[in-house]
């Protein structure tokens, strides 16, 4: 008979979930544990049946039947050759003279070696024949030493600063990536698929909390933060880098612009500022000559990039600058001007106007397929995968930045990386984790008392034989 017990060789395919079922026992040596719990949500047996696992252990149910189907089998031959080796020494008993002598000696030497391998594997995952031998149920009783050696490997083998260079380096992820971004349709997949989960981001962040950050976090903090200073330095560096003299322009021909289109306006506005007694005509003669001296004034001050009138502006921001930066009667008023901006009740109301609408914006042209802001990413995700590809130096120092970023990683996080085994083993189990074990591995171990079988029979006839030549 097969050794093994018969409950677990005649174990259903889809164990029973009710109370009676092997998932309502605990840990091996433990007190049983109610029905209810094991069904409970969040608790180490909730999904365990139909594909679940305690914390851990997930399978397909049709896969774990046909791994229970193959190792019913392999114990089958294993037993069965057991059996026939018992068959052959019951048989043969008596003879020890002759070919049979050698059977017999083989045949018993057979059963000695499949006891034994069978003990041997039996005792990995329970206590053989359901005796509490010392030393069996290796698994069960060992889990923690096992989740442990495996986060100790782990950490050993895979998270070396070194081992993780050679691996990023051998991998060259930066040429990969450029060749598959210029491989036909991937351009365009990728930015279909960043513009699509943008658009669901997007979609998905609630004006009510975009509203909350902008009330709750952004405008206090700005209301706390002193920016005369910050605002003084910014302006300082934009006038010495003439970054402003492109908005004075803009606003010069806006200020034209607008003389040109509205001169009858202009001209009624200074007519009306002129006193009664002053003649029409005379009037209307010196309104219009305003306006055309004010055009030409406009003119020399956009033709001329060192017009007085630039060059008093300039100093007017330097010194605005400068004040905001160290006079504290700027810096005060700055600051009383920020206040009274943020505490009016219309600016968090503009801030999710912006937002609003720059949403629309971002989303209609991320959803157009065909649009221009799609069709100009997939040109320069394009145009990056060809210039990878080109440029070897460039490769280099992205795969070193890499294995930097990775290494980082690792170094920062790898031990609760590693770690999360050890844990995930010990929140595991026994009896299930046994279960599962040979399971998977089961079918292959079944091999060991096979092969214990066999070639116990021949090292039984190497003996016999030795006795034979040997004198007496």
């Known amino acids: ?56 252990f997930i399978g397909d149910p049709t896969l774990d039947a046909q791994r229970r189907s193959d190792l019913r089998r392999m114990r089958l031959v294993a037993t069965g050759l057991l059996v026939l080796a018992a068959i052959v020494y019951v048989l043969t008993r008596g003879h020890d ?17 499949a006891c ?45 600063e070194d081992i993780i260079r050679e691996r990023v380096l051998d991998a060259e992820p930066t040429r990969r990536a450029a060749e598959w971004a210029l491989a036909p349709g991937h351009a365009k997949r990728l930015v279909d698929e960043v513009a699509t989960v943008t658009v669901h981001a997007l979609h998905r962040i609630p004006d009510d909390d975009v509203r909350a950050v902008i009330e709750q976090a952004v405008l206090p903090r700005l209301s706390q933060e002193p920016v005369s200073s910050l605002l003084g330095g910014l302006l300082d560096q934009v006038v010495r880098d003439e970054a402003h003299v492109g908005l004075v322009d803009l606003a010069l021909d806006e200020v034209r612009g607008w003389l040109v289109d509205n001169e009858d306006l202009f001209e009624s506005l200074i007519t009306q500022r002129a006193p009664s007694w002053v003649p029409t005509a005379v009037n ?21 990039s060192r017009h007085d009138v630039r060059v008093a502006l300039d100093k007017l921001l330097i010194d605005l600058a400068d004040d905001l930066q160290h006079d ?32 629309a914006v971002v989303v209609a042209a991320l959803e157009d397929e065909s649009g221009p802001v799609r069709a100009r990413a997939v040109k320069e995700v394009t145009a990056l995968a060809d210039r990878l590809l080109a440029d070897a130096e460039l490769r280099d120092r992205i795969d070193a930045r890499i294995c930097d970023a990775t290494v980082y990683a690792v170094d920062r996080y790898g031990t609760e990386l590693t770690r999360i085994i050890g844990d995930t083993v010990d929140r595991w189990d026994g009896k299930e984790t046994a279960e ?29 034989a030795v006795s034979v030549v040997l004198p007496t």
């Open 284 to 304: 209307d003669l010196v309104a219009r000559k305003i306006h055309v001296e004010a055009l030409k004034w406009l003119a020399d001050i956009r033709g001329d």
């Open 328 to 359: 504290p009667v700027t810096q005060a008023k700055a600051e009383r001007l920020k206040e009274r901006v943020l505490a009016h009740p219309q600016v968090a109301d503009t801030a999710m106007s912006l937002w609003v609408s720059l949403r």
């Open 1 to 56: 008979m097969d050794p093994t017990p018969q409950a677990t060789r005649e174990r259903d395919p889809e164990p029973p979930t009710g109370p009676s079922g092997p998932g309502t026992g605990g840990p091996e040596g433990g007190p049983p544990v109610a029905a209810d719990s094991a069904a409970a949500p969040g608790s180490a047996r909730a999904g365990r049946r139909g594909g679940g696992g305690p914390l851990g």
């Open 436 to 464: 599962r074990v040979e399971l998977q591995v089961g079918r292959d171990l079944q091999f060991i008392r096979i092969n214990g079988t066999l070639v116990g029979g021949l090292i039984g006839m190497l003996i016999h």
């Open 97 to 113: 003279d002759g070919l049979l002598g050698f059977v017999n000696a083989g045949a018993e030497a057979s059963m000695v070696g």
């Open 116 to 160: 034994a391998d069978w003990f041997a594997v039996t005792a990995l995952f329970r206590h053989p024949l359901g005796l509490p031998i010392p030393h069996t149920a290796l698994i069960p009783r060992k889990k923690e030493m096992i989740g442990k050696s495996l986060e100790e490997f782990v950490g050993e083998n895979f998270m070396r």
